[in-house]
């Protein structure tokens, strides 16, 4: 393996684990805010009280988080000096103010808040503490919109000029709102929901499973399915956008996603097969006459490219082939899995509603419980990190889908990367790889525990102060 191999590993692996906590915390802090609204409609009922212990516990989820994310990028944005220069070099006047404007807008702005979000409650109003949440979300929100913008400009480049073999700003607005901007911002918001809400509905129905439940369990457990239930269908309309944005763009990611080896008409899709490069051909494939074109290009007679018009500037087809129907495999397990629990939901909640005592103003006392048989818990509970599968993959289709290049058609991978001797990039990436693992394993098991110990608010005093309370909270 040589350096620019290594190096490219290394850079996956950086962002791979990057990636999982921002694909969390985008949506989940909307999940704190969603929370902290209906504990302020419901102040003065036994259900405020609910909605408070389901914020309590998910705010120190997105703290935990937030952390993680926040170190890990700081990681990846060394690389562009250690190991991958040239990209500053010859981008650095367009990535440089992109990556500032994302600090000195979003970072500083969740910052800001941040403490009074984790530590504010009994200390200041709670119309205080509620803005403090929504400004955190906005900022979370905000860093994706630049750093989207920045890596949707690296696939479809605009905005700029080339002098000297470097790139300068022309029009920032064609620059920030590149062609496939809009797409990727959206997908990626979508992403982040599906991501939080099976973390949501996983994490409750082990508690469930566990008899380790405080009020806010049920709660949690339902925002969560519902929002993946109603965010399913909508990702995958924006993904059917993506894709025409994309054939529109960059054909030779698409030629590789669907193994398109030769250009035809009413291409054909293929479900499953081993796409096999030397030959230029998909061995065992499994396909359906027509569909690919209907799909890509809604035009059942429409002409896709093949891999062969791009001899030597395509990406490499097996990862690309395959993290596409992992992400869409996924995808579609998440839509089973989140509608067949919202319909459950749904049936319940009628049912309760009909038998319901008319005489009396409030609701039966078994209102509250999940109509869910253990089963399904467990179904919900294996799907906890089904949203982190879906997102790497992917991540993947979109980054190996760019190879060779850097920026899309303009500067190579090979080019940009860092003289470097093998060996020492080869044990910077397995110390890297190490560390990840520990990290990683160590933030499964700690979201184990805060499950299994769900922490209570302590009531703030009527003077609107508490006594101090770590961040774990008494257990």
């Not at 403090?132 to 929100?141: E, F, K, S, Y």
């Not at 994490?203 to 709660?219: C, D, F």
């Amino acid at each position: 393996m040589d350096t620019l191999l290594l190096s490219r590993m290394q850079f996956a692996a950086n962002i791979s684990f990057h990636i999982l906590f921002p694909a969390i915390n985008i949506a989940l802090c909307w999940f704190l805010v969603y929370f902290r609204l209906r504990y302020s409609a419901a102040r003065g009922t036994p259900a405020a009280q609910a909605w408070e212990e389901a914020y309590y516990l998910w705010t120190k989820v997105f703290a935990l988080s937030f952390a993680l994310g926040v170190v890990s990028g700081v990681v990846m944005s060394f690389q562009f000096g250690t190991n991958w220069p040239g990209y500053m070099e010859k981008v650095g006047n367009i990535a440089g103010p992109l990556l500032g404007y994302e600090v000195l807008t979003a970072f500083f702005l969740e910052a800001s808040f941040l403490g009074i979000m984790l530590f504010g409650r009994g200390r200041v109003s709670d119309r205080v503490h509620m803005v403090a949440t929504l400004m955190v979300a906005l900022g979370t929100t905000l860093s994706a919109f630049w750093i989207l913008s920045l890596n949707s400009w690296m696939q479809t480049p605009a905005g700029f000029r080339i002098e000297d073999g470097v790139a300068h700003a022309e029009s920032w607005f064609q620059i920030v709102f590149n062609p496939s901007f809009p797409y990727r911002l959206v997908h990626m918001l979508l992403a982040s929901t599906l991501t939080a809400s099976f973390l949501i509905a996983g994490l409750s129905a082990y508690q469930i499973l566990r008899r380790t439940t405080n009020a806010g369990t049920q709660k949690a457990l339902v925002a969560g399915v519902v929002a993946a239930a109603i965010a399913i269908p909508l990702q995958i309309v924006a993904g059917d956008l993506h894709g025409l944005n994309t054939l529109e763009h960059q054909p030779a990611k698409i030629a590789a996603i669907e193994g398109i080896w030769h250009t035809e008409r009413r291409a054909p899709l293929t479900l499953f097969g081993l796409p096999n490069e030397v030959e230029g051909r998909t061995d065992y494939a499994i396909t359906v006459p027509g569909l690919a074109s209907l799909i890509l290009a809604h035009d059942i007679d429409a002409e896709l490219k093949g891999l062969s018009e791009f001899k030597g500037e395509h990406p490499p087809v097996a990862p690309v082939f395959w993290s596409f129907r992992v992400m869409v495999g996924v995808g579609l397990l998440m839509l089973a899995v989140s509608w067949w629990m919202a319909w459950t939901l749904w049936r319940y909640g009628r049912k309760m509603r009909r038998v319901q005592p008319a005489s009396e103003g409030r609701p039966s006392p078994h209102v509250e419980q999940v109509p869910l048989a253990r089963w399904q818990l467990r179904v919900l509970a294996g799907m906890t990190f089904s949203g982190w599968v879906a997102t790497l993959a992917g991540w993947y289709v979109t980054e190996i889908g760019r190879q060779p290049f850097m920026v899309y058609g303009l500067y190579k991978v090979a080019d940009m990367v860092a003289p470097h001797a093998p060996g020492m990039v080869l044990s910077t990436f397995v110390a890297y790889l190490a560390l990840y693992l520990f990290l990683l394993v160590a933030y499964v098991l700690v979201l184990m525990y805060m499950a299994k110990h769900p922490a209570m608010p302590v009531p703030a005093s009527p003077q609107g102060a508490r006594a101090a309370v770590p961040l774990g909270g008494p257990t």
